[in-house]
């Protein structure tokens, strides 16, 4: 909370169930909701974690709808399921894929960059050449997760923060961190005993 509260960008790192992505919705909904900016924008790379379910039906942002469920689930959660229609209606709220960023720009935005292990390098680049002015950033993932097999975006600017000494606070959850439950405590540790 003192890296959101403190820096326009913050990378959060940490396994499953240790609140990443909860945190980072409540308080995208709670400046959204104070006024203290004008948009959400949810993204995150449309790559499976398993078997691909094939094509979505519908327009991009129905498409995308499946892959940000967790992150408006909690935003609808705070804002009423009345406000929350009524700004995704008005794109306030705004799911935008990948696939079309390029060329965009994200002025008086906080914005969400999901499952960011799963992003190449010219990705990440990408997505962090589209924020604009009075904008704030939340980048989530867990390096253990990624799907591609290639270098992974997250881990390219983490070193490059790390090298550069650039102003991004990392904030590094670990299983101790798990608050989703004690179930998922345990199998994240067994997993990690085994290396998987």
Same mark, same amino acid.
């Not at 959060?12 to 004008?38: D, H, M, N, P, Q």
């Not at 709808?65 to 705070?78: G, K, M, R, Y």
């Not at 010219?122 to 997505?127: D, G, H, N, T």
């Not at 989530?140 to 097999?149: A, R, T």
């Given at each position: 909370?003192?890296?959101?509260? /403190?820096?326009?960008?913050?990378?959060?790192?940490?396994?499953?169930?240790?609140?990443?992505?909860?945190?980072?919705? %409540?308080?995208?909904?709670?400046?959204?909701?104070?006024?203290?900016?004008?948009?959400?924008?949810?993204?995150?790379?449309?790559?499976?974690?398993?078997?691909?379910?094939?094509?979505?039906?519908?327009?991009?942002?129905?498409?995308?709808?499946?892959?940000?469920?967790?992150?408006?689930?909690?935003?609808?959660?705070?804002?009423?399921?009345?406000?929350?229609?009524?700004?995704?209606?008005?794109?306030?709220?705004?799911?935008?894929?990948?696939?079309?960023?390029?060329?965009?720009?994200?002025?008086?935005?906080?914005?969400?960059?999901?499952?960011?292990?799963?992003?190449?390098?010219?990705?990440?680049?990408?997505?962090?050449?589209?924020?604009?002015?009075?904008?704030?950033?939340?980048?989530?993932?867990?390096?253990?997760? %990624?799907?591609?097999?290639?270098?992974? /975006? =997250? =881990?390219?600017?983490?070193?490059?923060?790390?090298?550069?000494?650039?102003?991004?606070?990392?904030?590094?959850?670990?299983?101790?961190?798990?608050?989703?439950?004690?179930?998922?405590?345990?199998?994240?540790?067994?997993?990690?005993?085994?290396?998987?």
């Amino acid at each position: 909370m003192e890296a959101l509260k /403190g820096s326009p960008q913050v990378i959060v790192t940490g396994s499953a169930g240790t609140g990443k992505t909860y945190i980072a919705a %409540s308080w995208a909904a709670r400046l959204f909701a104070a006024g203290k900016v004008e948009r959400i924008i949810l993204t995150r790379p449309n790559v499976p974690s398993g078997r691909s379910l094939g094509f979505f039906p519908g327009t991009m942002e129905e498409k995308m709808a499946p892959w940000v469920i967790p992150f408006t689930d909690v935003i609808e959660q705070h804002l009423g399921p009345g406000a929350f229609e009524t700004s995704t209606k008005k794109r306030s709220i705004d799911i935008v894929p990948f696939e079309v960023m390029r060329g965009r720009t994200f002025h008086n935005s906080f914005v969400i960059l999901d499952e960011a292990q799963n992003t190449t390098p010219s990705e990440m680049k990408m997505f962090l050449t589209r924020i604009g002015d009075e904008s704030q950033v939340v980048i989530n993932g867990d390096i253990k997760q %990624s799907d591609l097999k290639s270098d992974s /975006g =997250l =881990l390219t600017v983490l070193k490059m923060v790390q090298k550069q000494s650039l102003p991004v606070p990392h904030i590094e959850f670990t299983v101790d961190d798990i608050v989703r439950s004690d179930i998922c405590a345990m199998w994240v540790k067994a997993f990690d005993k085994v290396g998987i």
